[in-house]
């Protein structure tokens, strides 16, 4: 009998952990490329189940595609899939130089660049807010009556992530800072980036997302997602409840989600559509990812559906059927934990057990660290699920749980203080 060996384009994260102890349960081999720095920081339990690991600079696209191919055809790898958001492009190269199923390769950077996502998007029909690319030229503002559009914007980095450098922006006055804010993105494994600055209509409503799956071509969306997300300028994800098909009309949501996936070149894989529904019923697609949904919206989905997304990626990576089928009808929520003043962490209180009602609680954030409210994804210091069969008291019991939790931040004394 052969041996299946799949390949992960980085292993480290909730999302990559999670489909390769599926992998490893099943009795693949699994390998992995990340750089020198994120190996460091890999625990023994997700060494542990790694057959082998190649280490590259990811810097550098072209090099590190070669070495990914090389060590792909040295390993005999079947299938290669990511779930790290600055890798998709690298991937969706690697599967297609390797004759594996995986992404449209030409337009892998459009799942990813928001300023390449926009012209598809416009080619393509998707109903999305309009965006204004900066050119560097003429003043910001000149160049944002020139393009029709209207305070508030919405000004974002052409390639960030996880609500980095993204800013809601209500006069011309703030502009400048928050341009400046956009520009100074940086991949997680030190590549350049695009770093051209979109201006974007601001649309107000519900935010939801889209998890779905293709797989030759013909996407299957999981569920909908509802995003508790901030107020103020710097808006980020404060927890998911799913499914919430329901709650909406999900049929038009999953309609523009199809336009944008396939817009971006998306053939077989996980893909994210953000999606915000206006007041008036107008669906504004605001990106598409080409990966599985990371803040555990897949592990909320296996709670609440009993669909296993992870082993859904691999088997559309190794190009064999997925199954979808819902064995459970639950609702399941995340909420994530986060520091309400800078400073350094003493301790978070009150967290709730596990239980079969909590089927997790996470705490990343060590005592001792610097915290600050979020402005990014990155800021959030641990999250915890609910999982039950009733939406609202599902909702209900996730928002007492967090009002039990106290995170308690002590003043770091300033350079000169006495
Ligand atoms: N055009 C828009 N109109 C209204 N709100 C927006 C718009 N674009 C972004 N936002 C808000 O800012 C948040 C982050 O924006 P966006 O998703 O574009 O950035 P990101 O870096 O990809 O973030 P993430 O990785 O968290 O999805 C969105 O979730 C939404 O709350
Ligand atoms: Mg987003």
Not at 8 to 25: D, F, M, Q, R, Y
Not at 176 to 203: F, H, K
Not at 290 to 311: E, F, K, Q, S, Y
Not at 395 to 408: P, T, V
């Amino acid at each position: 009998m052969t041996t299946t060996r799949v390949l992960l384009l980085e292993a480290a994260g909730p999302e990559s952990h999670a489909i390769a102890t599926t992998a490893a349960a099943r009795g693949y081999e699994v390998f992995t490329v990340t750089s020198r720095e994120r190996w460091d920081g890999y625990d023994t339990a997700l060494r542990n189940l790694l057959t082998g690991h190649l280490l590259t600079d990811f810097s550098s696209s072209d090099q590190a595609a070669k070495a990914v191919v090389a060590y792909a055809r040295l390993i005999k790898v079947s299938a290669v899939l990511t779930t790290n958001e600055y890798l998709t492009p690298l991937c969706a190269l690697a599967a297609a130089d390797l004759g594996l199923p995986g992404n449209d390769p030409s337009l892998a950077l459009a799942a990813r660049n928001k300023a390449q996502m926009a012209a598809r998007f416009a080619a393509y029909y998707v109903p999305a807010p309009r965006t204004l690319v900066l050119d560097g030229g003429c003043n910001v503002e000149d160049q944002i009556h020139a393009a029709g559009l209207s305070f508030p914007v919405v000004v974002k980095p052409s390639e960030g992530a996880g609500s980095g450098g993204v800013t809601i922006v209500d006069w011309p006055k703030a502009l400048a800072g928050a341009v400046l804010d956009a520009n100074g993105q940086r991949s997680m494994y030190g590549a350049l980036l695009d770093g051209r600055v979109l201006i974007q209509e601001y649309a107000n409503g519900q935010e939801y997302s889209v998890e779905s799956i293709t797989q030759d071509g013909r996407t299957s969306h999981l569920c909908l997602t509802r995003k508790l997300v901030s107020e103020g300028s710097n808006r980020v994800e404060i927890g998911h409840m799913l499914p919430a098909d329901e709650d909406a009309d999900s049929t038009a949501i999953f309609d523009a989600a199809s336009q944008a996936i396939a817009s971006v070149g998306i053939r077989n894989g996980a893909t994210h559509t953000e999606v915000i529904l206006t007041p008036t019923g107008e669906c504004k697609v605001v990106e598409v990812a080409a990966r599985i949904a990371a803040g555990n919206i897949g592990h909320l989905i296996r709670h609440a559906t009993g669909v296993d997304p992870w082993a859904a990626c691999l088997d559309v990576a190794l190009g064999r059927p997925m199954q979808l089928q819902r064995t459970s009808d639950c609702f399941a929520t995340v909420r994530f934990l986060s520091a309400n003043r800078s400073g350094r962490l003493v301790a978070i209180h009150g967290l709730p057990k596990v239980s079969s009602e909590i089927p997790f609680v996470r705490v990343r954030a060590t005592a001792g660290t610097r915290v600050a409210p979020p402005r990014s994804n990155s800021d959030r210091l641990g999250c915890f699920a609910v999982v039950g069969n009733n939406a609202s008291d599902v909702e209900r019991r996730a928002n007492d749980l967090l009002a039990d939790i106290r995170i308690e931040v002590e003043p770091v004394a300033k350079a000169g203080d006495a």
